[in-house]
Every structure is written in C-alpha cells, then in structure tokens.
C-alpha cells in the first residue's frame, strides 16, 4: 500500500469517527425533547433540503411527472417536497424507535389492514418472503415482528460508515430482528430456508442491467431477480406490504395488499418475470394511497431495459 493511500485510508476512518461521535452528539440532544416535537423538526429538515438539494429535487420531480402525468405542477412540488420531510422523519424514527415500541405501548401507536393472515403465517414457521419498498417507515416492520419473538431476518447493505453502521445495527437488532447483509444472503438461505424463517426485502432498488424489467408506474424498471428465485426454489409466499406514518406523529399504519402463492405462479411460461411483476404492481398499489411517502427521489429507473438502449444508440449515430 503506498504512503497516500495509507493517508487516505486513515483520513477516512477519522472523518468517520467524527461524524460518527456528531450523529451521536446529536441523537442525544434529539432525546431532550418529545418524539412529536423532533418530528416537527424533521420536517424543517426535509423542506431545507427539498430547497438546497437541487438534483435530489430535480430527480424527485422527474420521476414524479413520468408517474402521474395526469398531475398538475402543484401536486408535484408538494408531493416532492413531502416525501423530502418523510425521509428525515423515519431517521428521526429509527432513534426514537428502541425507546418508545414496547410490547406494552405499541398499541397506542399502530393500526393494521389484512394483516391477519400474514401474523398466522410468520407464525407457522414454514418461511414466508415479506416485500415492501422505501415508502414510509420501513424499518419499523421488522423491529416490531421481531418485538414478539418472531424469527425475522432482513436483507440489507451495510452503510459506508462502519461506526454508524455497528451502532445502527444494534438498534436494528435490539428486540430479536437479525440482519444479514446482501453480500453473505446466499450463503445462508439453505438454512434460514428450512428454519422456516421469515425475510425481510426492499423490493425497490434498480437492479442494473441484468434485472428483470417489469412495468413500475408505466415505466420499465429494472428488479433483483433474487426474490422470485428465492421464492420459487423453496416455494415460499410472498407477502407485499408497506407502512404508513402519519404526518408529524409517531404513528404507523401497517397493510399488506398482496399475498402471492406458490400455485400461482406454478402454470405460468414465464414464472421469475410473473413474480416479479406481480410483487412490483402490489408495491406500486400500496404508493399510489399515499405518493407522499415514497422515497422519488430514488434512481429507480436508472438502467433501461437493452432495446431502450439501442434504440437510443441508432437515434445518436
């Protein structure tokens, strides 16, 4: 390794400590005040970044536009900069979340929609594929399943901080939800598989090139094949979902609007792009009730599909 890479390299793990112990710092300041008042000021935070962050902006709008074509510009702007204010409240969640969701309190800050049937399948110990997307507070899914003891297991890439990332892992972690990283996943899921575990995937990530392209908002996008296989290998269900906040308050409405059977995809040509389809319109029904909170400002149509590609390509020569 040469000296300035070295340098480099120590920089960095000093700037993350920094920033590390500043996060820290901060949280501690946050649990000065009430939940409900620091949500107030989450929002502050996502309105100055909807206003400063102009490509995140930008990027929000766009795909905005192409999703509802039928909206006027007003809507737009509001909906942009409302889901600008979701994102920093879900981070404000994570903090305040070990501290307020016990098993004696979470009733006064949840309600639920057709999620009988999934609590009776977790239950059974069989597997189960649980999906939703980067819309409201996703983490909290897993932490209050885990809460009762449940066997959840969540997919996830750890963040580029290693300080932050241990420190948010044991927040994850903290009631009995194990999180495995995207990278050692594979190895594991013989195991977790035949334990009848139940995994936890953000189904809503642009998968490259080589993902299967499904229609999402009118639009071909890019989506892990790793969920269908997953779920056809071990002939597991699939169950969509997502959970709302409500706006400033500590408050979250979980639903499911989908549970995808094995027999379902059992008699299609084509079961892996079936699966994957039929999982991304369950997303997309669940964002359309409330677009506000999804996150827009997401690639989620970076890469597009290889005769979009080469159509584009003839049109430049």
């Not at 909206?71 to 307020?100: C, H, I, N, Y």
């Not at 927040?171 to 194990?178: D, I, N, P």
Request: one cysteine or more; proline letters at 4%; a positive charge.
């Amino acid at each position: 390794m040469t000296q300035e890479k070295k340098k480099k390299k120590k920089g960095n793990v000093v700037t993350n400590y920094l920033l590390y112990l500043f996060v820290r710092v901060l949280t501690g300041l946050f649990h000065c005040f009430p939940v409900e008042a620091n949500l107030r000021t989450a929002c502050w935070i996502g309105r100055i970044m909807w206003k400063h962050y102009h490509r995140g902006r930008q990027r929000a709008l766009d795909n905005l536009r192409a999703s509802f074509p039928d909206k006027d510009e007003a809507w737009l702007e509001a909906t942009g900069r409302r889901s600008f204010e979701q994102l920093v409240m879900m981070v404000m969640d994570v903090l305040f979340t070990p501290r307020l969701v016990k098993l004696e309190t979470w009733p006064t800050m949840f309600s639920f929609r057709n999620i009988e049937r999934i609590k009776w399948l977790v239950k059974e110990e069989k597997g189960l594929l649980l999906v939703t997307a980067h819309y409201g507070n996703f983490e909290i899914i897993g932490y209050l399943m885990s809460l009762y003891g449940l066997k959840i297991y969540s997919i996830a890439r750890p963040l580029d901080n290693p300080f932050i990332n241990r420190w948010l892992m044991s927040v994850r972690e903290s009631r009995g939800q194990k999180i495995i990283y995207k990278k050692g996943a594979a190895e594991m899921m013989d195991q977790l598989a035949a334990d009848g575990a139940t995994l936890c995937f953000i189904a809503d990530q642009d998968a490259g090139k080589k993902g299967v392209f499904v229609d999402f908002f009118g639009r071909k996008a890019s989506t892990y094949k790793s969920i269908g296989l997953v779920a056809m290998q071990y002939n597991l269900p699939i169950v969509i979902g997502g959970c709302r906040q409500h706006y400033k308050k500590f408050f979250f409405e979980m639903e499911s609007t989908r549970i995808i059977y094995p027999h379902e995809w059992a008699d299609k040509p084509d079961p892996l792009r079936w699966v994957t389809q039929e999982y991304t319109k369950a997303i997309e029904d669940f964002i359309r009730k409330d677009p506000a909170q999804y996150w827009w400002l997401h690639r989620r149509w970076k890469s597009r599909p290889k005769e979009e590609r080469q159509a584009l390509e003839r049109a430049q020569k």
